[in-house]
């Protein structure tokens, strides 16, 4: 008896003390602990900790913040950001990442409900992301609510023909960056190439996910692919039409069967999977057709790097800003959010102009200087041109922001080889593009999500064969028109056509 | 009556214990997530949760059947099944009898390690195998063809041939496993049947039909109507990795599975989704009422229930 008396005064004493050891002692300041989510590319940041630590040492004095960084592949995103909000875990600045192509949105999440409204809040806290933001702000708004920050970065893009430098050089022809061709020119380039080259050999990099129609034949697509579209990429008209029936689609599907009869496309196009970089490294290609700034001016740079050669841009169309290609990455605040004052009033932060010790934005896309980036050159301003810290790249880096999303990303540090002229450039570069008469308009489709699905999968059918002139115009074309028809294109470009007339009138 | 009952209880009880944590997995893998249809009626708002949000009632469902694809996704899942749960029931059953004929252990247990081998790998491994024989390019058989003066065949673009093509990719993954459940029942059947037929004078080919068949037959039916029960679902991998998501494959190679998933990929809309799980499960449902059903009549000790 005594013994078991004994063991249970024991266990008691043992559970008390587990409960005393386990419980946090309350925080003393009301020091706010943010979580945030921070977009990877899959690898692991052994950096992270000092990151955070070099941030709150900025932001603990200043607004009372804390962060602790929640590193999430991008690919990752849009999955683990739904099932964490359903199941109430706390996020508190969550990253929404479109990537200008329409890989994730904002009606993905604010249709059920998971994102606060921000307006007041950005009224309140916002002045510096306002004054950054300029015509991007829009991007954030579902009609008259604001529900997310777009991060500042390139608006638009321009469509062009990158191709090999070697190859061209060896073929004798040379092309200026900075001049708009005509596609002609293009098709010169691509049949002497062929004609060099010879069987095995082709002009065209394709791969099955890499459409070209849109880059040949440049739209506003309005948010979504499956909504109906503008044509001439909306700097014109504003007549919302189904732009696989216009003739300029037509004229663009011919070409490309041409382009697959030539022999310039892989007749196993529509089941490569890799994608454009890693087919010219083969050595059996000449270039790609690409929206140019899909990843910046300095996206080119990257490629160089990843393809290991020097490549020429050929431009055929101006560069032009629509709310798909615009949208890149956006900042929101979900429902599950404790402080959103605070979080707003970080989130600023990163939009302010600072200088470099005190610059948050700085530090979340590139680190810490000495551990992850050495400064090779400061413009007068304060921005900076860094490099890595030696033996180190861009995949080994202890920490890396990788995705530009941080705050104002035309003026965080950017690396070599781009140089202060090119810097310029960036910075500037959304003042000096043409936009879309709709641009920070999207298609409201809350009421159209099973037509749209069935649209995706008609788009999902024929996209490939059609864009890569696999099969004759003559014949799938119309099908593909009739099916789309049937899944209920017509009624949904309708109402687009009417919710973007209200719009329009609102903008004025 | 009731303390007979009671005694039978007490005395089954050591068992009821042996299957508790089945008992305890099946809850909560199998029953608990059961209140998740609820949202296949409902239209999500995290803020008020499952239980509180919005009935819609069918809306949910109109995605799967707003199109003339609806049909053919059907069609195509069904189909694929009926063939897989007919034909690949056949062949297992057959090659596990002809693996029981083999006299070496040593090279009953070779082959079987082979057959196996192919459902251990990925099946995005398998869709570069399958690359590596039908590219266009550099593939393995349009090389033959054009060796011996033929044509290339555009095989990711032409429909005609991947019915065969997935059976025949669905076979070589899979009997490797189907078959070691009628194996080991074969396994099990007592040597004198056999000793004894062979005696009298059977051959082997009247042992199979008269001793193998009918002793392994309630095995064949259980693994029948528990197929049967998936009929509306399809292995993802298979349809979705094997002809490389070719839009113009899909007529033949969609199910509902690999519609689902590309109409809904971009959009992560949870009571859509659940929507098409509750329609396959109510499908296979129904089919697993229906077979249990008719093997009532035809045998009935062989029913499930």
Redesign the interface.
């Known amino acids: 008896m005594n013994k078991k008396i004994v063991s249970s005064v024991l266990t008691a004493a043992m559970t008390l003390g587990l409960a005393a050891g386990s419980a946090v002692p309350a925080m003393a300041d009301d020091t706010f602990n943010l979580k945030m989510q921070i977009v990877t590319f899959g690898q692991e940041f052994s950096g992270l900790e000092d990151v955070e630590e070099a941030i709150n040492a900025i932001t603990e004095d200043e607004i009372g913040v804390t962060v602790t960084l929640d590193p999430i592949a991008a690919w990752d995103l849009p999955s683990t950001s739904a099932l964490a909000i359903t199941s109430n875990e706390e996020i508190d600045l969550m990253c929404i990442l479109p990537m200008g192509s329409n890989m994730d949105s904002i009606s993905n999440y604010s249709t059920k409900n998971m994102l606060l409204p921000l307006n007041d809040l950005y009224e309140e806290y916002g002045q510096d992301i306002h004054e950054c933001l300029g015509e991007l702000e829009k991007l954030g708004y579902t009609g008259e609510t604001m529900y997310a920050v777009p991060a500042n970065y390139y608006a638009a893009h321009g469509c062009s023909f990158v191709a090999l430098t070697s190859e061209l050089e060896e073929l004798g022809f040379s092309f200026d960056e900075n001049q708009i061709y005509t596609l002609e020119d293009v098709e010169e380039v691509m049949a002497a190439y062929k004609e060099a080259k010879g069987d095995g050999y082709y002009s065209i990099a394709g791969y099955a996910d890499g459409d070209i129609i849109p880059i040949l034949c440049p739209t506003d697509d309005l948010g979504d692919p499956a909504v109906g579209s503008l044509m001439n990429g909306g700097l014109e008209d504003t007549t919302v039409v189904n732009r696989f029936a216009t003739d300029e689609y037509r004229e663009a599907y011919d070409r490309v069967r041409e382009y697959y009869n030539n022999g310039y496309i892989n007749p196993d196009v529509i089941s490569i999977t890799d994608t454009w970089p890693t087919l010219l490294q083969t050595g059996h290609y000449l270039g790609a057709f690409i929206g140019t700034n899909a990843s910046g001016l300095d996206g080119i740079l990257v490629n160089e790097q990843s393809v290991g050669q020097d490549l020429t841009i050929i431009r055929f169309f101006e560069d032009f800003a629509t709310t798909s290609i615009a949208s890149y990455g956006l900042w929101a605040i979900p429902v599950t959010c404790s402080e959103p004052e605070k979080t707003m009033e970080f989130l600023n932060m990163l939009y302010q102009k600072r200088d470099l010790s005190e610059n948050v934005a700085a530090i979340l896309s590139c680190g810490l200087e000495g551990e992850t980036y050495q400064i090779v050159e400061t413009l007068d301003d304060g921005r900076i041109i860094v490099d890595y810290v030696d033996g180190v790249d861009r995949m080994t880096s202890p920490y890396g922001g990788q995705v530009p999303i941080y705050g104002d990303e035309l003026r965080t540090p950017k690396y070599t080889p781009i140089d202060a002229e090119m810097f310029d450039e960036i910075s500037n570069y959304n003042n000096t593009v043409k936009y879309s008469k709709a641009f920070g308009y999207a298609f409201d489709a809350t009421n159209y999500v099973g037509q749209i699905s069935a649209i995706n999968n008609v788009l999902q059918t024929y996209r490939a064969q059609l864009a890569w002139g696999t099969v004759d115009v003559d014949s799938v074309l119309p099908q593909f028109i009739s099916e789309l028809e049937a899944a209920g294109l017509d009624q949904i470009i309708e109402a687009n056509q009417e919710q973007l007339d209200e719009w329009l009138a609102n903008q004025e | 009556m009731t303390a007979k009952k009671k005694n039978r209880f007490v005395q089954c009880l050591p068992f009821y214990l042996m299957a508790l944590p089945g008992i305890i997995y099946l809850i909560c893998n199998n029953f608990m997530p059961l209140y998740g249809m609820l949202l296949a009626f409902k239209r999500?708002?995290?803020?008020?949760g499952i239980f509180g949000s919005d009935w819609v009632g069918f809306?949910n469902f109109?995605?799967l059947f707003?199109?003339?694809?609806a049909f053919t996704i059907i069609r195509n899942t069904i189909l694929y099944n009926l063939a897989f749960i007919i034909l690949g029931t056949a062949i297992a059953v057959a090659l596990a009898i002809l693996l029981n004929e083999i006299r070496s252990k040593k090279f009953a247990k070779f082959y079987q390690s082979v057959l196996l081998i192919p459902y251990l790998i990925s099946w995005v491994l398998a869709s570069y195998l399958a690359?590596a024989f039908l590219?266009?390019?550099v593939g393995l058989i349009n090389s033959v063809l054009r060796f011996f003066g033929g044509q290339?065949i555009?095989w990711?673009?032409t429909q005609k041939y991947w019915p065969f093509i997935l059976f025949f990719v669905y076979m070589w993954k899979g009997v490797g496993y189907m078959l070691i459940i009628y194996y080991s029942s074969i396994v099990s059947i007592s040597a004198e049947y056999f000793e004894a037929a062979t005696i009298d004078g059977a051959t082997k080919w009247q042992q199979i039909k008269s001793i193998t068949l009918p002793l392994i037959k309630s095995t064949v039916i259980t693994m029948v109507i528990l197929n049967l029960g998936r009929i509306a679902n399809s292995d993802f991998g298979l349809f979705y990795q094997i002809p490389?998501?070719?839009?113009?494959l899909?007529g033949v190679t969609q199910t509902i599975d690999v519609?689902v998933y590309?109409?809904?990929m971009?959009?992560?809309?949870?009571a859509?989704s659940a929507a098409a799980a509750v329609f396959q499960s109510v499908v296979g449902f129904v089919f697993i009422l229906v077979a249990n059903a008719v093997v009532k009549r035809v045998s009935k000790q062989d029913a499930l229930f």
Not at chain 2, 266 to 270: A, I, K, L, T
């Open positions: 999500l708002d995290v803020r008020k809306d109109k995605f707003s199109s003339k694809t690359y590219a266009q390019d290339n555009n990711y673009s490389r998501n070719s839009g113009a899909y519609y590309n109409a809904l971009n959009n992560n809309d949870f859509m």
